[in-house]
């Protein structure tokens, strides 16, 4: 089992990560977070959950510029119905203390505002992870957020299609968020789009 894989960063996008690692590229799946994380740092450590698909017999790694972030991916996938994918969207959405708070506080609406959770995933969630979160201690990842370059809308749009969205509704989405704010960055395009989406 791999725990972290460090080395230099040769690609980033919002939705996944190459550390090149002594001429090996690991290519890792990570949220907005780590993203936001990673951004204008030339090498990294990542903390990775390894997931292998049944359907498909691949193997994904899911990485984390955090410990305290891993857990609480490896957290919400513990609860039934709720895959990596909806996790990683849900780490996307939200920081993880906003996600923490929403449980603890038994804020459906806000879990439910998350693309792919239904009324009852979001209960699931509250009633399996409230106490666990409670006991647990976390710590805050130190966020370096970065003006991106000209490629932002791209940026933005190709992420969202690699979450599963359709191209006619994420343009769509980016449209209508860059004209009420023109100078967004590409994590906020990203994050009000899953909420629109």
């Known amino acids: 089992m791999i ?10 996008s ?10 090996i590229g690991y ?4 949220s907005i977070q780590t993203y936001n994380a990673l951004q204008g740092q030339e090498s990294a450590k990542i903390y990775i959950h390894q997931h292998v698909s049944q359907k498909e017999e691949v193997e994904v790694y899911y990485g984390f ?12 996938i513990s609860v039934n119905g709720v895959g990596v994918s909806s996790a990683r969207i849900m780490l996307s959405s939200m920081s993880s203390d906003e996600l923490r708070e929403a449980i603890i ?7 439910k505002s998350v693309k792919g959770i239904g009324l009852k995933s979001a209960q699931r969630l509250i009633l399996e992870l409230k106490d666990k979160i409670t006991k647990g201690e976390g710590s805050n990842t130190a966020i370096l957020i970065q003006t991106p370059d000209s490629e932002t809308v791209e940026e933005a749009s190709r992420a969202l299609m690699m979450l599963g969205f359709a191209k006619p509704n994420v343009n769509k989405a980016i449209q ?4 009420n704010n023109p100078t967004a960055k590409v994590e906020e395009i990203i994050k ?6």
Do not use: C, W
Request: charged letters at 25%; a negative charge.
């Open 3 to 12: 725990d972290y894989i460090s080395g230099r960063i040769a690609e980033l």
């Open 14 to 23: 919002p939705t996944q990560v190459v550390i090149d690692n002594h001429g």
């Open 27 to 30: 290519s890792i799946e990570i």
């Open 65 to 76: 510029a955090s410990k305290d972030e891993r857990a609480l991916f490896e957290l919400i």
């Open 105 to 111: 506080s038994e804020n459906v609406a806000k879990i």
């Open 176 to 179: 209508s968020i860059l004209k």
């Open 192 to 197: 009000a789009a899953l909420k629109m989406l």
